[in-house]
C-alpha cells in the first residue's frame, strides 16, 4: 500500500470536567492526531492517547514526540507496506513506546481501509453494526454528586457504570451505590492503588455483585493478581498491567484475571489489540475496549474495535460530548440507549473536521516518508 506522507498535529483539548483517578487527575489533554497520505488523495488518522504525565503509563505526550518524530517516522522511509499489520514487525525493532506505535499504526490502518473503500471494522475482521457502551466516573468528592451523575448517564441508557476507587474511597462508596442502583451492572478501576497486603479489605468487594474489579494491584503485576483471584469472588479485570499478547496469554494461564481490558494503544495497535481479542476469544476470556479519555479519532479506532465478536462487554467509548464541548470529528460520536451505530463510511468512518483540529492545534510537523 502506498505511503507518501506523515503529518503529526499536536493538539491541546480540555476536558468539560476534571477526571479524578487513584493516580492522579486529568483535564488538559496535549495529544497527537497522526495523518498518513497516500499519492491518490487518501488520508488516514491515528491519535497517540498518552497523558502529559506517566501516571498510567510510562510514556507522555513528550516521549510520543521523540519516539515517532525521531525512531517511528525514519523506519517507515522507503519500507514497503503490503498490510498494516506489516507497521507491527517494523516497529518491533524499538522497545515499548506502545502509544506512539499505536498512534502511527492507527493512521495506517484507516489509510489501508480507505483505500479499498471498507469500513475499519471490516477491514479488522469486525462483524457487529453496534456496540454497547458503559461509562467511566471519576473520584468524587461527595457522595451525592457521585449518585446523581450515576442516574444521569442511566438516564442517558449507558449500560454500565464504572466508578473509580482508592483506599479510603472505596468500599463505602460502593455500598451506598449499590443500595440506591441495586440492580445497575457496577464495577470499579483501582488503577493499582492496592497490593496483596489489602486482600482482606478487597474481600469484602464480593458481597456488592460488581460485574468486575479492575487492576487492583500493580501496573506491572501479574502474579499477586493470580493470588488475589484466588482469594476473592469478585472477577479481577486487567488493565495496566497487558501490553501484548504474550501479557494476555501469561495472565490467562496464571488465572490473573477472568476479564481483559483491551486498550489500542497500551498493547501498541490494532494488530495486537485483534491478536488479544482472538486469544481471549479462544480460551474463553471476555474482553471490553478501555477508554483514554480520546477525542473522535481515537474513539472512532475503538468503536472499530469493538465490532469484534469477543467484546461482549460494555466498553467505556462514551459519546463525545461526554467529554468535550466540541469533537475534532463530524459528526461527533452520539450514544443512543447505551448503543452506538457504527459508522459506514470508508475507514474511521468519520471525517476531521479540519476547522475544529486547527483551533486545537499547537503544533504541526510533516515528513515525507
Ligand atoms: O484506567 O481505564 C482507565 C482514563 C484515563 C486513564 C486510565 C483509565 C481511564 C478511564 C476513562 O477509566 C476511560 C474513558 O472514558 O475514556
Ligand atoms: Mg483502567
Known amino acids: 500500500m502506498p505511503l507518501q506522507k506523515v503529518t503529526l498535529h499536536k493538539l491541546k483539548m480540555r476536558l468539560k470536567f476534571p477526571f479524578?483517578?487513584?493516580?492522579?487527575?486529568?483535564?488538559?489533554?496535549?495529544?497527537f492526531i497522526i495523518e498518513a497520505m497516500d499519492d491518490k488523495g487518501n488520508n488516514g488518522?491515528?491519535?497517540?492517547?498518552?497523558?502529559?504525565?506517566?501516571?498510567?503509563t510510562e510514556e507522555t505526550t513528550a516521549t510520543n514526540e521523540h519516539v515517532m518524530k525521531d525512531f517511528l517516522i525514519p523506519l517507515l522511509?522507503?519500507?514497503?507496506?503490503?498490510?498494516?499489520?506489516?507497521?507491527?514487525?517494523?516497529?518491533?525493532?524499538?522497545?515499548?513506546n506502545n502509544m506512539a506505535k499505536a498512534g502511527i499504526e492507527g493512521a495506517i490502518w484507516d489509510l489501508y481501509?480507505?483505500?479499498?473503500?471498507?469500513?475499519?471494522?471490516?477491514?479488522?475482521?469486525?462483524?457487529?453494526?453496534?456496540?454497547?457502551v458503559g461509562v467511566s466516573l471519576?473520584?468524587?468528592p461527595d457522595i451525592n454528586d457521585l449518585l446523581a451523575d450515576i442516574d444521569n448517564h442511566l438516564k442517558q441508557g449507558y449500560k454500565r457504570i464504572k466508578l473509580k476507587i482508592k483506599p479510603g474511597q472505596d468500599l463505602e462508596i460502593l455500598q451506598e451505590v449499590r443500595q440506591h442502583f441495586p440492580d445497575t451492572p457496577i464495577m470499579a478501576d483501582a488503577n493499582s492503588a492496592y497490593s496483596l497486603q489489602d486482600s482482606d479489605h478487597l474481600k469484602k468487594f464480593d458481597g456488592l455483585n460488581l460485574m468486575m474489579v479492575e487492576q487492583p494491584l500493580a501496573h506491572d503485576d501479574r502474579l499477586?493478581?493470580?493470588?488475589?483471584?484466588?482469594?476473592?469472588q469478585t472477577p479481577i479485570c486487567l488493565d495496566e498491567s497487558i501490553h501484548s499478547y504474550d501479557d494476555a496469554r501469561h495472565a490467562i494461564e496464571l488465572g490473573s484475571c477472568k476479564i481483559i481490558n483491551v486498550?489500542?494503544?497500551?498493547?501498541?495497535g490494532l494488530t495486537e489489540a485483534k491478536r488479544i481479542h482472538n486469544l481471549c476469544q479462544e480460551k474463553d476470556v471476555p474482553v471490553w475496549c478501555g477508554g483514554m479519555l480520546e477525542a473522535g479519532v481515537g474513539r472512532a479506532h475503538n468503536i472499530a474495535l469493538t465490532t469484534l465478536p469477543n467484546f461482549t462487554l460494555p466498553g467505556d467509548t462514551a459519546g463525545s460530548s461526554r467529554y468535550w464541548e466540541k469533537d475534532i470529528i463530524k459528526p461527533?460520536?452520539?450514544?443512543?440507549?447505551?448503543?452506538?451505530?457504527?459508522?459506514?463510511?470508508?475507514?474511521?468512518?468519520?471525517?476531521?473536521?479540519?476547522?475544529?483540529?486547527?483551533?486545537?492545534r499547537v503544533g504541526c510537523y510533516e515528513y515525507e516518508v
Open 20 to 31: 479524578r483517578t487513584s493516580f492522579g487527575t486529568i483535564q488538559d489533554k496535549e495529544f
Open 45 to 56: 488518522f491515528g491519535e497517540s492517547v498518552s497523558f502529559s504525565s506517566p501516571w498510567y
Open 77 to 96: 522511509k522507503g519500507r514497503p507496506i503490503n498490510h498494516p499489520d506489516d507497521i507491527t514487525e517494523t516497529f518491533r525493532v524499538i522497545r515499548g
Open 113 to 132: 481501509a480507505k483505500q479499498r473503500g471498507e469500513t475499519l471494522a471490516t477491514a479488522l475482521g469486525g462483524i457487529k453494526k453496534e456496540i454497547d
Open 138 to 140: 471519576g473520584i468524587q
Open 224 to 232: 499477586d493478581h493470580a493470588k488475589l483471584q484466588k482469594e476473592i
Open 263 to 268: 486498550k489500542i494503544g497500551r498493547v501498541g
Open 332 to 360: 461527533e460520536v452520539e450514544v443512543q440507549d447505551g448503543t452506538i451505530t457504527v459508522p459506514t463510511n470508508s475507514g474511521i468512518g468519520y471525517e476531521i473536521d479540519r476547522e475544529a483540529l486547527k483551533s486545537f
